[in-house]
């Protein structure tokens, strides 16, 4: 980009007026300058052409730090000892020629070189880690994305979030235990220490002093586009320091209630998050983290096996897409044994009948005797039966305590 070039009058037209007050201007003189001005007009269109784009805008990478002005370099350099000095002399030279004082101007140089003495002084104690760097600083500053790649920031929207505030953009950690320095992390299934190891996880870290023992996960589940947003799962743990050595909380789910679980329900449809825990066939895809939980639970059984008795387990449905959830419906619920021994040798699923404990009843025989007058002689023959009479009001076909109905419903 070359500089404009600069009109000076080399022709004095007042002169020449005085000493030919009748005459008219010369012509010629007039056109050579009017020429100069013309040409110093075009250099100035040149120049901005070379730095304006036709929006209106600077084209990009033209505005270097020398062609800043001189306040401009002193905000974008403030530590530059040359700058201030150059900046000071500037302003004591400009009033010492104001003043037309040639003591002030020598005055001035002095306090110039004074200032930029001190100013080198300042600058070799200032942290310029704290500052930009003056190289480059202003590349692209026509351009959004350059400009933030220049600062390491990122779009509000997070859209060029990778390398800047994720240190990690792939599925690859293999151990959350190692991942310990602030920043967004993620991987697959199969991960160590992960929330589960079936899902994929985008995993939160922040890093609250330099020893890195004291460290805050928050995990989100990656989930199907399908599922609602109350199904997808966001879990916390924290690390700690246990004799010496970080150790690590177990993940805590920020879920109100977490996957899988049972609730009773005053109504007769289930509530946003819940199905119903009716023995219905779902889909794996539209309620993966009910499959997942379903799957890894330990209470799953074939088709076959559910049909056949086990209704108060998941089943594995077609083996493909599908699954089918517990029945509960018109069934007590009654706490798993878990190796107590009251209720021992059942497994978690399996569904008992009802039925009366064992039991005997004590009675008096009557003796022998004979009869008088008209009655006959009686005795108690050992072969005889009896019925002991109807039954009382309230039984009915099965054995059961006072009872009210609720809606099992299940978390999914």
Same mark, same amino acid.
């Given at each position: 980009m070359s500089a404009p070039q600069p009109y000076t009058p080399d022709y004095s037209f007042s002169g020449y007026q005085a000493n030919n007050p009748t005459a008219p201007p010369p012509g010629s003189n007039l056109d050579a300058q009017f020429a100069q001005i013309a040409a110093f007009s075009a250099s100035i269109v040149a120049a901005l052409n070379d730095l304006r784009r036709s929006d209106g805008a600077l084209k990009n990478q033209i505005v270097t730090f020398d062609s800043l002005a001189q306040a401009l370099q002193l905000l974008v350099d403030p530590t530059n000892g040359q700058l201030v000095a150059d900046a000071v002399a500037t302003a004591q030279a400009a009033q010492a020629s104001a003043t037309m004082s040639a003591s002030a101007a020598a005055t001035s140089e002095t306090n110039a070189a004074n200032s930029a003495a001190a100013a080198a002084a300042s600058a070799g104690s200032v942290n310029l880690s704290a500052y930009l760097s003056k190289a480059g600083n202003l590349a692209g500053i026509g351009n959004a994305f350059n400009s933030r790649t220049n600062i390491w920031a990122m779009a509000r929207d997070g859209t060029d979030a990778v390398g800047r505030l994720a240190p990690n953009a792939g599925l690859d950690i293999t151990d959350y235990n190692s991942v310990i320095a602030t920043g967004y992390y993620s991987s697959g299934p199969g991960a160590a220490n992960a929330p589960d190891s079936s899902n994929y996880w985008l995993v939160h870290v922040s890093t609250a002093d330099y020893t890195q023992n004291y460290i805050t996960q928050i995990a989100y589940q990656f989930a199907n586009a399908s599922a609602g947003a109350d199904s997808v799962l966001v879990y916390r743990r924290n690390s700690y320091? /246990?004799?010496?050595?970080?150790? +690590?909380? &177990? +993940? *805590?789910?920020?879920?109100?209630? &977490?996957?899988?679980?049972? *609730? +009773?329900? /005053?109504?007769?449809?289930?509530p946003p998050g819940f199905v119903k825990e009716n023995g219905a066939l779902l889909s794996r895809a539209s309620y993966p983290a009910l499959w997942n939980y379903a799957n890894n639970s330990g209470n799953i059984v074939s088709e076959a096996a559910w049909s056949g008795g086990n209704s108060g387990a998941f089943s594995t449905g077609d083996l493909v897409t599908t699954f089918r959830l517990p029945d509960a419906r018109g069934e007590f619920f009654r706490a798993y044994d878990d190796g107590r021994g009251v209720d021992a040798g059942r497994a978690i699923y399996a569904h008992q009948a009802d039925s009366l404990k064992d039991h005997t009843h004590a009675y008096t025989s009557p003796a022998s005797g004979a009869g008088t007058g008209t009655t006959p002689n009686y005795f108690l023959s050992s072969s005889a039966s009896a019925q002991t009479g109807s039954p009382s009001t309230g039984a009915a076909s099965e054995t059961r305590p006072r009872n009210n109905a609720k809606l099992a419903c299940i978390k999914f």
């Open positions: 320091v /246990n004799a010496g050595t970080r150790a +690590w909380t &177990p +993940w *805590i789910s920020h879920a109100a209630v &977490p996957v899988g679980t049972t *609730i +009773w329900v /005053n109504a007769l449809s289930a």
